[in-house]
């Protein structure tokens, strides 16, 4: 889950709307921040560790000029936490492409050893961005031996159209291409959002922008066109003039936890609106927790991402909803905290409890999803120390059983509190008094309501079902076994619950 931007054809430099668009952006990834721009002679480049506010300055806006740009946020998948494989990511031929990508490709071992074999080129990083970019790359070079390189716009198709063809999983990317435009293309599923936009600028020309999310657009005074297809790649040249090529055939196959959780509720990915889902997503919770009865005095939302849910919730059973949990915004999100010691240390930096709201009472917390565990644990324990009598939790998704390979930080089934228990045994895990999760069938008519031509969505989180069809077991059994993955793992609370969980 990163973030990606780009802006072209400006009548002045792109700094700042690129700063502004990723701070829409930056919920998507807190580790590293990276931008390029392209002055139509020269790429200038700034990427480090860190939020967008921390990495760029009045130093960056002076360094970074240029009328095209693309940017970046990181929350790592793929690759080490060193700031190396911050993004953006460059080669120099053909043309000079950068590139930054949002999704995960689960072929790397196999590409990687082309690129650094058949293709002898020389990796810097262990990112699956880089192998891409490179794979990429050596397309491009394979149609310009066909085409000539007169005609640069079919060469780029060409060659994402090759690339498709060796790539599987997940994948929005932009490309700066020097002496061409900004190239945008988009898995043949759609796993990962991307989106184009347009204004008019000054002089009565064409200006365009890609982003992850269309909250990004607004605060630039760009209108989303449309979301980017399935396996379709879009360039904007240096003129200004779109170029649009379908490199793949496409099914639209969304994931479907871009609605639970990684997406802002302004944003509408794919036609559906992420708060309007969220909000179906509590209709149906809520006929569940009247079905069991419960004496509840309260419901409580676990901030933020869960109010849209909590306060529906609150609507259709008619109980009140309370505001019993105090965020502190300045510390990030949990979930994409880089070690599980620094996620478990930030719960209670981030979340205080209001001892009003608990002190003898019954609570229902609603958050809008349970992944690790450790999160939910900390919190209930937290309001019983508040003086609550019973502490229920509902879950705005279902059970987070399998792992995540296609962008989302759950790439090991030793991390999900859900995989191989029931629910009674997760519930007393986390100390609850009773425990009720979103059915997927419920989750995917919350969605898909949204926009009923969309008939499939990813949901391999929940229901392990891969739909690029390229995860075997070996595949998910090498990723135990990487080197990032191995020290989570050794980041769990106990050697006992790891093997109670596998």
């Not at 000029?65 to 946020?73: F, L, P, Q």
């Not at 209108?223 to 980017?228: E, P």
């Not at 919770?285 to 933020?304: G, R, T």
């Amino acid at each position: 889950m990163c973030g990606i931007l780009g802006i072209s054809n400006r009548n002045s430099d792109v700094f700042a709307e690129l700063y502004d668009g990723l701070l829409m952006l930056q919920h998507r990834g807190q580790d590293a921040s990276g931008m390029v721009t392209y002055n139509g002679e020269f790429f200038r480049e700034k990427k480090a560790n860190g939020l967008v506010k921390d990495v760029f300055g009045p130093e960056q806006a002076e360094m970074l000029t240029g009328r095209t740009g693309i940017g970046h946020v990181r929350y790592p998948t793929a690759g080490s936490l060193s700031a190396a494989e911050a993004q953006p990511f460059f080669v120099n031929a053909p043309y000079g492409i950068y590139l930054v990508h949002n999704g995960n490709i689960t072929n790397t071992e196999e590409q990687r050893s082309k690129v650094t074999g058949k293709y002898s080129r020389h990796l810097r990083t262990t990112s699956d961005s880089e192998i891409m970019l490179n794979v990429l790359a050596d397309k491009v070079f394979d149609a310009i031996k066909v085409n000539g390189n007169d005609d640069p716009v079919r060469n780029l198709f060409a060659g994402v159209k090759m690339m498709m063809e060796r790539i599987q999983g997940a994948y929005s990317v932009i490309t700066m291409v020097a002496g061409v435009g900004m190239l945008a293309f988009r898995d043949p599923h759609g796993i990962r959002p991307l989106s184009v936009a347009h204004r008019t600028n000054s002089t009565g020309g064409d200006d365009y922008a890609f982003a992850s999310e269309d909250v990004a657009f607004d605060i630039n005074g760009f209108k989303k066109l449309r979301d980017v297809k399935p396996g379709e790649a879009i360039l904007i040249d240096l003129d200004g003039k779109m170029h649009t090529f379908q490199a793949a055939e496409g099914d639209l196959t969304p994931c479907i936890f871009e609605y639970v959780y990684l997406a802002r509720p302004d944003s509408v990915l794919d036609g559906i609106s992420v708060y309007k889902s969220q909000i179906r997503m509590g209709q149906t919770l809520a006929k569940q927790i009247q079905e069991l009865d419960l004496e509840i005095d309260s419901i409580i939302p676990v901030p933020d991402s869960a109010r849209p849910v909590a306060l529906e919730v609150s609507n259709a059973t008619g109980i009140r909803y309370r505001e019993g949990l105090v965020k502190n915004r300045y510390v990030g999100r949990t979930f994409i905290m880089p070690g599980q010691e620094e996620r478990q240390k930030s719960v209670r930096r981030k979340l205080n409890a209001v001892s009003l709201e608990f002190k003898d009472k019954n609570v229902l917390l609603i958050d809008d999803s349970i992944v690790r565990g450790n999160t939910i644990k900390k919190i209930v324990q937290m309001c019983r120390d508040a003086g609550a009598k019973k502490v229920y939790v509902a879950s705005a998704s279902p059970p987070v059983k399998y792992p995540n390979v296609y962008g989302i930080d759950m790439p090991t089934k030793h991390e999900l509190i859900a995989n191989g228990r029931e629910i009674e045994e997760i519930r007393e895990e986390l100390g609850c008094d009773a425990l009720i999760y979103q059915r997927l069938e419920d989750l995917v008519w919350a969605a898909q309501e949204g926009n009923p031509e969309i008939k499939h969505f990813d949901c391999s989180c929940f229901d392990g079902n891969y739909i690029t069809g390229s995860v075997s077991d070996a595949y998910l059994d090498q990723l135990e076994q990487s080197t990032r993955v191995s020290a989570k793992i050794n980041d769990m609370p106990s050697p006992k619950k790891v093997a109670k969980i596998a």
